[in-house]
Nanobody, 122 residues
């Protein structure tokens, strides 16, 4: 199983980035996919999740209306479009897979990627 996140980088406040996470080694369309982030000195927190077929999604309140999670099951890839970025969005972003769209707790994720760093400069 592999989850390879990419697309992070340095962006100015107010800017946008799109993260991608390419998955392999498991039946991608059967898994809910999620993004988490971890800022320096803070615990890992849930950002967004999408169901296996993409019919349902949910977000951390502070990113609602700014971030959009999507997936392409033909490409085994999940995306996170991030707009109107601010300094509080600076973190390492991780993608994760869970066998069911029932929980956003990190401990319920079956697989994790290595993360991609997003730095927002003010």
């Amino acid at each position: 199983v592999q989850l390879q996140a990419s697309g992070g980088g340095l962006v100015q406040a107010g800017g946008s980035l799109r993260l991608s996470c390419a998955a392999s080694g498991f039946r991608f369309s059967s898994y809910a996919m999620a993004w988490f982030r971890q800022a320096p000195g803070k615990e890992r927190e849930f950002v967004a999740q999408i169901s296996g077929r993409g019919s349902y999604s949910r977000y951390l309140d502070s990113v609602k209306d700014r971030f959009t999670i999507s997936r392409d099951n033909a490409k085994n890839t999940v995306y996170l479009q991030m707009n109107s970025l601010n300094s509080e969005d600076t973190a390492v972003y991780y993608c994760a897979a869970s066998s069911a769209y029932v929980s956003t707790e990190p401990r319920t994720m079956a697989y994790w990627g290595k993360g991609t760093l997003v730095t927002v400069s003010s």
